[in-house]
């Protein structure tokens, strides 16, 4: 009846296949043959010692079901797990769920869990913890942005209209078993599961603290939280009776940069405040070439973009998007700023994703074709255009020149171009919930190795994480199919496609694509990225080399 689960692997084999080796990790010392130096660790970790680590805003809340962007997830990643988790190379891996197997048809998926897995309160883990989790997730008062992610779960639409007490596909056979029935082909299911928005839970905790609990997380990571001071730090000390053996490190403390400048994160760190860190643009040559740290980079399923709030006027006429589009040269933009750190973007699917098109289809700088376009909107030369608001978050030196630039692109199509800054980041991500914000510097780093993350995430209109408020029928109707579209090559074709579609639409204005580049002390052993970016980072099996000499 069952099919081994290991042939879902498969889908993540072929995107690191597809990907080359654009997703394999530098890691040495920076001044040794730039990128491609590696270095040997040693075979004896030892433990002890406290991780200190920069956070470029203060997260909002550590509930894993309500949080919604890397801030939160990148500490959240260390306290809270679920049923599978990625490697190093975007393999979906055991966690709490030991082993797993589905139906032919893949409606039907049972998790065996790990026996004596501990919550931080000394409880065990069971399969009614999950159950409890993931209805939680689905409840309409969690608010949660995941619950989407779970719908096709049989009964999860019932429940959430009130038409039920409980969710019918979730059910736990016995203490270690649980059973997740779905209405109908979710293809990258288990890959979801991997998300930290799913982790488990404890209901005693959750149902006690209420809302506090995203201040007071328990979970069954590696870390326990210990404090957190408000645009300061927040405080996570070794879970001694972790199911995956003990972390090496004592304590993590991250410390927050309101504003996420990688000027001050930097300089804390050449100060030997900061454990590893971010580090200026500009300072990139001196890093590769100093060789006083080591350095790791790979590229990143990362998208920069400002996306464009397509319900505001006059940004709801599609020609004076694709006209902002044409007016600014990304290019020079990338290589300018970006000074090898930025990668050109030829789409919104990026290099090391399945349906990744090498061949461009962004907007060409073309100040003509953007005067033509304004003057078809009944805006010739900008006239009679508002001053558009763009906002941002960051206020970096060189993003500030980033946006110096930008002005002047737009300027010399007859647009006037204001820019804002709000360094307060749950303010400012309220603020884009809202629609209050025209125009904003966004990032996006993809929480599952597959276009739909992107496409259906950013522009599905029903999705929360819609922030263009982009509306349109047939990319809804795509969507829906390739979700459900049991055939991998078929699906990722379909992805391709609907790409298209939004490209033409110009919903945001896409900048390029981000490599991971962080810098880490000499002694800082056994530290490996993921593609997926920074909120997919794991501290449980990095440790401290300071007794022995590089």
């Avoid at 975007?90 to 589905?102: D, F, G, T």
């Avoid at 019918?168 to 979710?186: D, H, K, P, V």
């Avoid at 990668?343 to 061949?359: E, F, N, R, S, V």
């Avoid at 074709?369 to 558009?388: D, F, Q, S, T, V």
């Amino acid at each position: 009846m069952y099919s081994n689960s290991l042939k879902w692997l498969f889908v993540f084999i072929f995107l690191i296949i597809f990907g080359l080796n654009s997703l394999r990790p530098h890691v040495g010392f920076a001044g040794t043959s730039k990128e491609e130096a590696v270095y040997e660790t040693p075979a004896e970790p030892v433990f002890g010692g406290t991780y200190h680590r920069g956070l470029g805003h203060d997260p909002f809340t550590l509930d894993p079901a309500k949080m919604s962007d890397t801030y939160e997830e990148v500490v959240t990643q260390q306290i809270i797990e679920g049923l599978v988790q990625y490697s190093d190379n975007l393999m979906v891996i055991p966690c709490l769920a030991e082993s797993w197997e589905s139906s032919r048809d893949n409606l039907r998926w049972i998790f065996y869990l790990k026996k004596g897995a501990l919550f931080h309160n000394g409880r065990e883990v069971t399969a009614e913890d999950f159950v409890y989790t993931f209805t939680r997730i689905l409840d309409p008062k969690t608010e949660s942005v995941a619950a989407s992610l779970l719908t096709r779960i049989q009964g999860a639409s019932e429940f959430r209209k009130g038409k039920a007490d409980s969710v019918e596909g979730l059910r736990a056979l016995n203490r270690y078993t649980l059973e997740i029935l779905l209405s109908e082909t979710f293809p990258q299911f288990i890959a979801v599961l991997a998300m930290v928005n799913f982790g488990v839970v404890p209901k005693e905790v959750v149902e006690r603290q209420e809302d506090d609990f995203g201040i007071h997380p328990v979970g069954t990571g590696p870390f326990r939280f210990e404090y957190w001071e408000r645009t300061k730090e927040i405080a996570l000390k070794a879970n001694e009776e972790y199911h995956e053996g003990r972390s090496y490190i004592d304590q993590v403390l991250f410390k927050i940069f309101p504003g996420d400048s990688p000027e001050l994160m930097f300089d804390e760190f050449e100060k030997g405040n900061l454990e590893d860190s971010l580090f200026p643009v500009e300072m990139r040559e001196r890093v590769l070439t100093e060789g006083k740290y080591r350095f790791l980079r790979r590229p990143a399923l990362t998208l920069r973009f400002f996306i464009m709030n397509n319900s505001l006027e006059p940004l709801t006429d599609r020609r004076v998007r694709q006209a902002l589009n044409y007016a600014i040269d990304k290019e020079t933009i990338t290589s300018e700023v970006g000074k090898g750190r930025l990668i050109p973007a030829t789409g919104l699917i990026p290099q090391g994703m399945a349906g990744y098109k090498p061949d461009d289809t962004n907007y060409p700088y073309s100040p003509d074709k953007a005067r033509e376009l304004l003057r078809e909107a009944g805006y010739p030369g900008g006239k009679g255009l508002p001053a558009i608001q763009f906002w941002s978050s960051v206020k970096s030196k060189a993003l500030l020149s980033e946006d110096k630039a930008i002005v002047q692109y737009l300027s010399a199509v007859g647009v006037k171009a204001e820019f804002n800054y709000l360094t307060d980041w749950p303010a400012f991500k309220k603020m884009l919930q809202e629609g209050k914000a025209p125009v904003f510097k966004y990032g996006w780093e993809a929480d599952v190795p597959d276009p739909d993350n992107i496409l259906s995430s950013l522009f599905y209109s029903e999705s929360p994480d819609n922030l263009a408020f982009f509306q349109n029928p047939k990319v809804d109707a795509l969507i829906e199919k390739a979700q459900n579209e049991p055939d991998y090559r078929k699906r990722i074709s379909k992805y391709s496609k609907i790409e298209d579609i939004i490209m033409e639409d110009a919903p945001v204005i896409l900048l390029n694509y981000r490599a991971y580049e962080r810098v880490f002390q000499p002694y800082v052993r056994n530290f490996e990225g993921k593609a997926l970016g920074d909120h997919y980072f794991s501290l449980k099996r990095v440790w401290l080399d300071r007794g022995t000499p590089d």
